[in-house]
């Protein structure tokens, strides 16, 4: 099978139309993705070679649960970092979205490339709206647009290698796939569920990695409330729980129950039962009791000892698994976690710790490893809780997203910007011309006084503030997420620098300046 994709072909194969979910459909994709090891390998390296990405930034997850989030669909601007792509001069991309996106926020990204004119990457960048701003995922927005479908088979380019970029992969995704006749760069959906937080659980013990002490796979309420008492007697010290639903999303899927007063109960089992519609605090604040337990009881989920440290901190290990089958970690990070319970993720530095990045890379590697052995495909992260004790760190394994996430674009920014490479094996990030760079990046900066605040506003302020990325020196601030901006006054950041510091300067000198400029 020939994967240099043409208008015919995809035409073609549009009208086999299998139905979604069937045998013929899962085929017909395995079909795609066994192709794609080929364009990867003699493709992917050339930088002229004549190519379509279409991006579909959709998070296809559970709609309720993403309606949480103030601004989500906002978040897929945070693949926007995709376009520099387009540094490659003869590199098409189609751009997928909800709502149309406004031409400021498209120019900002565009000024940054390299070498390259606005013109000449306007020509080759096609940028697609389903004008749906409801709660379902974009892809599933597509399709129900047969023509919007259409309209990205006359966008991808006559005989251009092509596949799609997603944010994540599941059956919509391969349903769009098999449409336009496009291989996927990410996970095949039938291998969705193991990264749900149980079989995170299990594929971590197998590699003989620290998880928390906990159960997986449980259902109900009365799953939740044995395992937390089961959890109290093995750990009697334990002031906390963290109860998780399978798919989560940013910490939104996680609650935390305390167990102060349970040592006086005779019945602790009936006690906790009591207790948990009182004590079990959600993450997410405005899900309810009631739809928290609805939705674990169709997802699943564990139930995990909170780990309380003097010294602690949350890294996390972004890996890809290529279509030719390397392991790589490409970036570590620490993460920054804030929200009344600690769950929710804010930001992150770049790059982890250097007491502790090279560990992250072999943990990491024996990861990727494991899940290659399953057939995963693409990027993952994988999350860490890592205590500081006397004979130094010990690192807890606590969930894996097999997903892009949200150390996936700024670090895909950064590269973008500075052509460089994370060292995993020393847990340093080099540029082009062997200087080390360091950022910190936050999908979170928000205020009630940056409402109001329009693309074109936040442009000309970090115009005359000078908050810019500065491609001569290779520092400076990049903006993600503008579209939340005026709305939700929501905010993404990137902050390069020479060193953490110069990284966290830039941030501090940039919430400063909007503080100023929305008085």
């Known amino acids: ?10 035409k073609d194969n549009h009208l086999q139309n299998p139905e979604p979910g069937s045998a013929e459909e899962i085929l017909q994709f395995k079909e795609l993705q066994e192709g794609f090891a080929r364009q990867f390998e003699n493709v992917f390296p050339d930088k002229l070679a004549a190519r379509t990405v279409v991006i579909v930034p959709s998070l296809s997850m559970d ?18 970092c995709m376009l520099m792509l387009l540094r490659m001069p003869r590199t098409h991309i189609v751009y997928l979205t909800s709502m149309p996106i406004d031409p400021v926020i498209i120019d900002y990204y565009l000024h940054q490339l390299p070498g390259i004119s606005g013109y000449h990457a306007q020509r080759r960048l096609s940028l697609l709206s389903c004008h749906d701003s409801s709660n379902k995922p974009l892809t599933q927005k597509i399709l129900e647009r047969p023509r919007l479908i259409q309209r990205i088979r006359d966008s991808i380019v006559a005989v251009h290698n ?23 760069f990410g996970c095949d959906p039938d291998l969705y569920d193991l990264g749900n937080k149980s079989n995170g ?7 003989g990695i620290l998880v928390p002490a906990g159960f997986e796979d449980l259902k109900t309420v009365d799953d939740i409330a044995d395992a937390l008492v089961k959890l109290k007697q093995q750990e009697p010290a334990l002031r906390k729980a963290v109860v998780k639903i399978n798919d989560g999303f940013s910490g939104d899927g996680n609650a935390l129950f305390y167990y102060q007063g349970i040592e006086e109960q005779k019945d602790k089992l009936q006690w906790v039962k009591d207790q948990l ?35 602690k901190e949350s890294p996390s290990v972004q890996c890809r698994i290529t279509p030719i089958g390397i392991c790589e970690v490409v970036s570590t ?86 052509d460089g490479k994370y060292n995993a094996a020393e ?28 693309p074109h506003d936040l442009i000309d302020i970090s115009m005359i503030h000078n908050l810019h990325y500065d491609g001569t020196s290779q520092e400076g601030v990049m903006f993600h997420l503008i579209g939340a901006l005026s709305e939700y006054g929501k905010l993404g950041i990137v902050c390069i620098g020479s060193s953490p510091e110069r990284a966290e ?15």
């Open 201 to 207: 659980r299990k594929i971590f013990k197998e590699c």
């Open 1 to 10: 099978m020939n994967y240099t994709i043409m208008n015919s072909s995809v």
């Open 333 to 418: 990070h620490d993460q920054v976690l804030g929200g009344e319970s600690g769950q929710v993720f804010i930001g992150a530095k770049f790059p982890a710790s250097a007491e502790y990045a090279s560990t992250l890379n072999e943990l990491g590697t024996e990861i990727a490893k494991a899940f290659k052995k399953r057939g995963v495909l693409g990027r993952f992260a994988v999350d860490f809780i890592s205590v500081k004790e006397q004979d130094g760190w010990k690192h807890y394994a606590i969930e894996v997203n097999l997903r892009k996430g949200g150390t996936t674009h700024p670090f895909l920014m950064l590269e973008f910007l500075t």
């Open 277 to 311: 519609p009182k004590r079990l605090q959600l993450v997410a604040t405005d899900l309810s009791y009631k739809m928290f337990l609805q939705k674990y009881n169709e997802m699943g989920g564990i139930v995990e000892a909170f780990i309380d440290a003097e010294r």
């Open 162 to 184: 092509t596949h799609m970029a997603c944010f994540n992969v599941t059956h919509f995704e391969r349903s769009l796939a098999i449409k336009l006749g496009i291989p996927i």
């Open 505 to 519: 300067y830039f941030y501090n000198e940039a919430v400063k300046v909007l503080y100023e400029e929305s008085k």
């Open 427 to 454: 847990g340093f990030y080099y540029t082009a011309n062997g200087q080390q760079r360091y950022y910190f990046t936050s999908d979170n900066l928000k205020s009630e006084k940056f409402i109001g605040l329009t």
């Open 63 to 80: 709609p309720e649960i993403l309606s949480k989030i103030s601004g989500i669909i906002h978040y897929e601007e945070r693949l926007l």
